[in-house]
């Protein structure tokens, strides 16, 4: 094969040529090693890298073929894990210089699940700090650029992975999700992202287990590919209080849809988010194209009450949960977007929470009763196309002050509020000519229904210019080069940031 193309290999057609040993593993590493290494300079994608262990997985991985082994689902594909999951052996410092030199014995069970399915685990992609905000930088690594452009945002909190996916870097990723997290990055890079119901893909390490505010989830090139990572991860687990039972293949094997059929209803802002007016005409062109190819698109209204201050409160809970034990040591080691969480939370009380619990279930039940009408319900997935990387967060949008930091993702986390599966698909291009996503929202439990339709859908947008999935120049790009690396202090220790070669490290502060 072509060794040029094999970094431009979907998951699915790699793992397909791997087990018909037209494709050696340690091929497919190599090229995305050397894709690494061309264009991540460009757009600080990563952090730890692990490449002398991923060759010696790859080369077992190929021996395993070659003997005629069973082979899981994910045999010998490289995969990039975000830098908030515990990897085994492999630095993982939350983007906190507080875990500079933390360095896990042990995976998370959705690491463990997704090497037990055969992937090769290469690198450790770039998040904010704890995964507080959309837009992916942080004092350890730097900032991870755009790309489309690498001076914009890459949106966050999986940054890192939708930028090492939208630039052929590696071909399945990780990502989580609380407010946003695995789609907005995806809609700002051209990629898709999920946010599966809680529960279904297992979270051993949350310290509120019951919430089902925050999953971990799968990114990808398109849907089949995030699909076959999401069929290695699903399953119960004893560590996770909210699980599900699912049979793998009930995720992997997508049904036919008719999309004459399909009834979607469609909102701006679900009546309450702040949505930019240049997004809002791009969201009304998008689904004047995409009314061509179903039976129903039609605006729809909700009524969500207090949404803004209930997730305030708890979200809120979760940062007072994580990090009570550091922000009594020193506030000051925690970075501007995680203590204000934790402020935030300081300032409310158990009446507070009881009254937000209360009312994100009086939210959840009126939400549901829309799928009596409607087989999905379509949104824009970001309100802002991508700006600077440099502005920490979005202060205001046309003219008006936002509340606090993450306000702007009000689209996002009103969805995560309901618990309805999510995932967001790319869209074309918007005013200014960036990725585009949709906000693909399903019923409650839907998760398999939201697949099927989405990959209906991608399929009939890309035959439509005006829907088909955006790619990045990435030769304009490998020539290029942003200083994204400006905002780091102290290194990690050098001996556990893996590089290329002896004094050539491919990733990390300089």
Known sequence: MNSVALNTLSAVDARRLIASRQLSPVELLEACIAQMQAINPSVNAFAATRFAQARSEARAAEQAVMRGEELGLLHGLPLGVKDLEETAGLLTTYGSPIFRNNVPSHDNAMVARLRAAGAIVTAKTNTPEM???ANTRNAVW???GNPFDPTLNAGGSSGGSAVALATDMLPLCTGSDTGGSLRIP?????????????GLVPGDTRLLGWSPLTVSGPMGRNVADMRLQMAAMVGLHGGEPLGVECDFRTILRARDVDLNTLRIGYTEDFGVCEVSNATRQTFRAKMSALSRYVGVCEPVSFE????DRCFDVIRAQNFIASFKEIYERDPNLLGPNTRTNYEM????????AVWAHAEQTRIFRRFQAVFDDYDLIVSPT?????????????????GRALENYYRWLGLTYVVSLLTNPALSLPSGTDHAGMPFGLQLVGPFRGDRRVLDIAQALERTFSRDDALRRPTPDLSKLAASRVALKSIVTDPPDEALVEGTAAGDRLVGPT
């Open 186 to 198: 995806a809609a700002l890079c051209g990629v898709v992202g999920f946010r599966p119901s809680a």
């Open 131 to 133: 995964g507080a905000g």
């Open 382 to 398: 970001c309100p802002v196309s991508p700006f600077p990387w440099q502005q920490l967060y979005l202060a205001e949008m046309d």
């Open 142 to 144: 730097g900032a991870t």
């Open 345 to 352: 939370g300081l300032a409310m009380s158990l009446g507070d």
């Open 304 to 307: 969500l009450g207090e949404v």
